[in-house]
């Protein structure tokens, strides 16, 4: 019952602020594939997700779809009917072993399948840590590039959702980017979330697909009906400013764009929001081209702030822009402490601290 509330109060949210969020770098590279006027349909994250799997499915006869309970359509729908259209056999069950489904997956990609693999809740992908990190993401490195896992994806929702507490709520990115071998990818939206997952499923590299579950139901767009790929290791300047640079990814960049738009409207303060998109291999270049334009850097994301992905960031725009910095790099971030059952919304980067974090930078 909590958990329908939150999602409800939340969608109204994020419908309105996912208008300030569009950004046209994603728009040109899909109209290069499929030209000015493509075939369009409203849906949400989850229904974008579910277009890309069958898209896959549809035009790779050696793609499979497997996970807990992806069969009857999986806990948030993104697998809905797959299993009826395109068989037992392509789209199924398996154990609740999450160890078991990515040894699994590694073993089919490396028999040169597309294996789409679904944990459950990111906050359950631990189990499979193992076999992700030293046996998927070192497989072509230990064959001396003989084999590979290449076509392995890891898709699992991650993030904050409402009362879903300690093991429900978790982002767990950063462990993942600290591994060479793997790609590590966070949609924003469904134009971006089915591009990204296409692209990721048949990139030549294992991916985790990490998908905030607060937008499932609370983003919609406009998403072209044929097939399309974004291009992974890509940042995107969601909208451009002078002031200051907002660096996100996933749900958070929704916090940023309402964050730009009270910032300019109380402060009379032009910001750029980038959204990392891929995280591993992160796109240094573009969001250091607009650190060095502006000169202040606010950097969000819901995991705890301490060896998170912002710390990556902040030391490596530091190196890289250090004469151009007018103020310390600011990150605001989830707490050191289990996410927690109750008043998750005092963990969380909200609105109000990252404007606060602004002020304080414009300020310095």
């Not at 109209?31 to 890309?52: D, H, K, S, V, W």
């Amino acid at each position: 019952m909590h958990f329908r509330l939150m999602l409800g109060a939340s969608r109204r949210w994020f419908h309105a602020t996912a208008q300030l969020c569009h950004g046209l770098q994603v728009e040109q590279t899909i109209q290069q594939q499929l030209g000015n006027t493509p075939e369009r349909a409203r849906m949400n994250l989850f229904g974008a997700i579910n277009q890309a799997l069958a898209t896959a499915l549809e035009t790779n006869d050696r793609a499979v779809v497997f996970g807990e309970d992806v069969a009857f359509g999986g806990v948030f729908r993104c697998t809905t009917e797959l299993q009826q259209r395109f068989g037992s056999h392509r789209v199924f069950n398996t154990p609740l072993s999450e160890q078991g489904i990515a040894g699994f997956g590694i073993g089919l990609a490396v028999q040169g399948f597309h294996a789409i693999a679904e944990i459950q809740f990111a906050d359950y992908i631990f189990p499979a840590f193992d076999q992700l990190v030293n046996e998927a993401a070192k497989y072509r490195y230990r064959s001396g590039g003989l084999f590979d896992c290449g076509g392995l994806t890891v898709r699992a929702p991650c993030g904050a959702v409402g009362h879903g507490g300690l093991y429900h709520s978790q982002s767990p990115e950063s462990y993942f980017c600290h591994t060479p071998g793997l790609k590590v990818v966070v949609p924003r939206d469904p134009i971006r979330a089915k591009g990204l997952l296409l692209a990721s499923i048949r990139d030549p590299n294992p991916v985790i697909f990490l998908e905030p579950k607060i937008l499932y139901r609370s983003s919609f767009a406009h998403v072209p009906l044929e097939d399309y790929q974004l291009p992974l290791g890509k940042a995107e300047v969601v909208q451009s400013g002078k002031d200051i640079t907002l660096i996100g990814w996933g749900a958070q960049v929704q916090i940023l764009c309402q964050v730009a738009e009270l910032a300019k409207e109380k402060m009379n303060l032009s910001c750029e929001v980038v959204d990392m998109m891929t995280l591993l291999p992160y796109d240094l270049e573009t969001i250091a081209q607009s650190v060095k334009k502006t000169g202040r850097v606010l950097i969000s994301h819901e995991a705890p702030i301490t060896n998170g992905l912002g710390a990556e960031l902040a030391a490596a725009l530091q190196e890289q822009c250090f004469l151009y910095l007018e103020a310390p790099i600011f990150r605001i971030c989830g707490y050191d402490t289990p996410f927690p059952l109750a008043n998750e919304h005092y963990y969380l980067p909200s609105v109000e601290k990252c404007l606060d974090a602004v002020q304080q930078l414009i300020h310095y």
